[in-house]
T-cell receptor, first 109, second 116 residues
Framework: AQRVTQPEKLLSVFKGAPVELKCNYSYSGSPELFWYVQYSRQRLQLLLRHISRESIKGFTADLNKGETSFHLKKPFAQEEDSAMYYCALRGGGYQKVTFGTGTKLQVIP | DAGITQSPRHKVTETGTPVTLRCHQTENHRYMYWYRQDPGHGLRLIHYSYGVKDTDKGEVSDGYSVSRSKTEDFLLTLESATSSQTSVYFC???????????????FGEGSWLTVV
């Protein structure tokens, strides 16, 4: 079975402060990990995926297989970063994608 | 833009009535999904399809059925709506053609369903 855990329902930070959204996963094989962002009442949008190792909107995430984590980080939060963030996992050989319960990021001006 | 359209976008219905949500895609993607989004639960997979007339259950399939008679349309039906099915429903596809990244899920804009 595959599982994604996002332990924080809400994360509040001040503008300019560093951000870390936590994601832990459980999967026996080699997973693909994703971060999605959802702005108020909009569709979910792909933010980044671990295999591309890119930085989008200043966000980065590194897959740590030893700790089974894929935390999302940004050094300086901006007000426009306020949104819901979902971590997701796709197990190999099967098209099912499992999402975490999401973390709401609130950036305080 | 993954070319996904959901309809209706908003609907209020009464308990016990049937409801069908439609997902339409224009880019010939093989895999399509229906998720529901609820506070505290995130997104949960209801049903998915891996081809025309090929569908399977997700983690919260009770009370829902789906059909895919052609590649571009994936229908989600609530046979007899209940208040617990009040939710936001998202259709999604797995990128496989054109400019979309493979193995990445792309979402529609959502359908807000209220069962009273």
């Amino acid at each position: 079975a595959q599982r994604v855990t996002q332990p924080e329902k809400l994360l509040s930070v001040f503008k300019g402060a560093p951000v870390e959204l936590k994601c832990n996963y459980s999967y026996s094989g080699s997973p693909e990990l994703f971060w999605y962002v959802q702005y108020s009442r909009q569709r979910l949008q792909l933010l980044l995926r671990h295999i591309s190792r890119e930085s989008i909107k200043g966000f980065t995430a590194d897959l740590n297989k030893g700790e089974t984590s894929f935390h999302l980080k940004k050094p300086f939060a901006q007000e426009e970063d306020s949104a819901m963030y979902y971590c997701a996992l796709r197990g190999g050989g099967y098209q099912k994608v499992t999402f975490g319960t999401g973390t709401k990021l609130q950036v305080i001006p | 833009d993954a070319g996904i359209t959901q309809s209706p976008r908003h609907k209020v219905t009464e308990t016990g009535t049937p409801v069908t949500l439609r997902c339409h895609q224009t880019e010939n993607h093989r895999y399509m999904y229906w998720y529901r989004q609820d506070p505290g639960h995130g997104l949960r997979l209801i049903h998915y399809s891996y081809g025309v007339k090929d569908t399977d259950k997700g983690e919260v399939s009770d009370g829902y059925s789906v059909s895919r008679s052609k590649t571009e349309d994936f229908l989600l039906t609530l046979e007899s709506a209940t208040s617990s099915q009040t939710s936001v429903y998202f259709c999604a596809i797995r990128g496989s053609t054109g400019n979309l990244s493979g193995n990445t899920i792309y979402f529609g804009e959502g359908s807000w369903l209220t069962v009273v």
